[in-house]
């Protein structure tokens, strides 16, 4: 259908509201989606809730920017809506939305927030149930997720004493570039589901504290906005999911190059997503299909939930034979984000890429998958067959579970280059904003400065593998005392309800 250019009023827009003529409004812009219905991973009930009015609230948190302009073909792009025709709407406040804003009021000042168990918890209080579900959720049983707490708690310190630590140091270089803290924030998608600036939280607290910041490929804030959001010099990676058109990923590679990003992470662990139960079941909420998927289709999966409806362009034929065209298209230094093996971490090394990351992606791909902090030992094992160690070419570096700055210092004895967090940063900004942050910053170095004397490491290279016992490291089973802050705020799985009780 060939339509004018011109203004578009939310009268015609509106006209347009069906399963056979649908147009939404994003951000200003009104496009027809009619085709792309039985297309959307969400399910086609969600797009035509929001048929013939604005979408962008709807839109906005659980897509990337730029995700509908991107995907969806130029001659769906309709034109701007006539703002002279727009009615302003008054938002009804739920009664759920209304406990949450209670509980925002009661939030704990951040002088009471002591570790980062604590954002958690209130994160946990006061994010929307859909929020929380796709933030927390993990793949199948939640082993893995909760494996990757208590391998740190089966490493111990052997600390060394009577050694001048009146002044320790931990800033380092990570793939080159200075940090303060031997810790990067590592991606997280979807930041706008838990506030309002999304990862520009963490862009702004991260260049104040000169942290390095991993951007996500799945950012609710388009990719230049978190660069535009940086000071100068401020140092940034970028976490790739590698798209099925490889055009789009050169192009998107490159660009970030040209904006200055200073190292290349790409996810190797997740050809096709896990099975993420908390956040399938957002999609069962209630009978009005909020989140549901096509009804009355044959061989449509409706327990997919907000995970699936942002991933589904992720290519699962990505192998080592694309590993040659990556560095063909880019100078930065590549690293692959999700080794898990030393089989894996030798052929890296080989294909002379730039590092790895021992991750098990959160605990939300393969479920029973051991612990970075626990392959972390092998890996280096084997790295020494091909040199001297530390190797200044090759930088391993581990995440998963990390909420203590003695996880971070057990990992680095081992002979990790520094240590990836990623939800303890997103629930410090769920509940705080970037002053939260800057606050989770701020434990970490009050924790660093203790246990670095107690252990008598004045810098992060004092730090050896004679400073820990990990004989237990692969004991799955044991008498570890309980970690009562993480099971506080742990949610556990949950079964299929009733729709009543009798």
């Known amino acids: 259908m060939k339509i004018d250019m011109s203004l578009i009023s939310t009268q015609t827009v509106a006209e347009h509201a069906t399963a056979s003529s649908c147009w939404i409004i994003v951000h200003g812009k009104v496009y027809d989606v009619t085709d792309f219905l039985p297309e959307h991973p969400g399910g086609s009930k969600i797009i035509?809730?929001?048929?013939?009015?604005?979408?962008?609230?709807?839109?906005?948190?659980?897509?990337?920017?730029?995700?509908?302009t991107t995907h969806l073909p130029k001659d769906k792009h309709l034109g701007a809506v006539d703002p002279n025709t727009v009615v302003k709407v008054v938002k009804e406040v739920t009664a759920e939305e209304k406990i949450r804003q209670e509980l925002m009021m009661a939030r704990p000042s951040l002088d009471e927030i002591v570790n980062l168990h604590d954002f958690e918890a209130v994160a946990k209080a006061?994010?929307?149930?859909?929020?929380?579900?796709?933030?927390?959720?993990?793949?199948?049983?939640?082993?893995?997720?909760?494996?990757?707490?208590?391998?740190?708690?089966?490493?111990?310190?052997?600390?060394?004493?009577?050694?001048?630590?009146?002044?320790?140091?931990?800033?380092?270089?990570?793939?080159?570039?200075?940090?303060?803290?031997?810790?990067?924030?590592?991606?997280?998608?979807?930041?706008?589901?838990?506030?309002?600036?999304?990862?520009?939280?963490l862009t702004r607290a991260a260049g104040k504290h000169g942290v390095i910041q991993m951007i996500p490929t799945l950012a609710s804030c388009a990719f230049d906005e978190i660069v535009d959001a940086a000071v100068p010099g401020q140092v940034q990676f970028l976490q790739l999911y590698v798209n099925r058109d490889r055009e789009i990923t050169r192009k998107y590679v490159q660009h970030a190059e040209k904006r200055g990003v200073k190292g290349l992470f790409i996810t190797v662990?997740?050809?096709?997503?896990?099975?993420?139960?908390?956040?399938?079941?957002?999609?069962?909420?209630d009978e009005s299909g909020v989140a549901k998927v096509q009804e009355n289709q044959s061989g449509v999966k409706k327990d997919e939930g907000v995970a699936r409806a942002i991933s589904s362009f992720i290519d699962p034929s990505l192998s080592w034979k694309d590993i040659p065209w990556f560095k063909s298209i880019t100078s930065m230094p590549i690293v692959l984000k999700g080794v898990a093996t030393p089989e894996d971490a030798l052929m890296a090394y080989d294909y002379g890429l730039a590092g790895i990351v021992l991750s098990n992606h959160g605990g939300r791909q393969l479920d029973t998958a051991r612990s970075g902090v626990e392959n972390l030992m092998e890996v280096v094992a084997a790295l020494k067959t091909r040199g001297p160690w530390p190797n200044p070419k090759f930088e391993v570096f581990v995440d998963g579970g990390i909420r203590r700055a003695s996880d971070v210092l057990k990992a680095i004895a081992l002979g990790a280059?520094?240590?990836?967090?990623?939800?303890?940063?997103?629930?410090s900004f769920c509940a705080y904003g970037q002053d939260g942050v800057e606050k989770?910053?701020?434990i970490f170095r009050d924790e660093l400065e203790m246990n670095m004397r107690l252990l008598g490491a004045c810098t992060i290279d004092d730090l050896t593998p004679e400073m820990v016992d990990a004989n237990a490291i692969h004991s799955h089973v044991g008498l570890t005392p309980p970690d009562n802050l993480y099971n506080t705020t742990y949610q556990p799985l949950a079964l299929a309800k009733f729709k009543n009780k009798l």
Do not use: C
């Open 417 to 427: 280059s520094a240590v990836g967090v990623g939800r303890a940063f997103m629930y």
């Open 440 to 442: 989770a910053f701020e």
């Open 126 to 201: 006061i994010l929307p149930p859909k929020a929380w579900a796709y933030y927390s959720s993990a793949s199948d049983d939640e082993i893995t997720i909760r494996e990757n707490r208590a391998a740190y708690q089966r490493i111990w310190f052997r600390p060394r004493v009577l050694r001048d630590v009146s002044v320790v140091n931990w800033s380092t270089t990570i793939l080159g570039q200075r940090s303060s803290l031997p810790v990067y924030i590592s991606a997280t998608a979807l930041g706008k589901l838990g506030h309002p600036d999304g990862e520009l939280n």
């Open 269 to 285: 662990d997740a050809p096709q997503l896990g099975r993420r139960e908390k956040d399938m079941r957002m999609k069962f909420v």
């Open 48 to 68: 035509l809730k929001y048929a013939g009015v604005d979408a962008t609230e709807a839109y906005d948190p659980i897509h990337p920017p730029d995700a509908i």
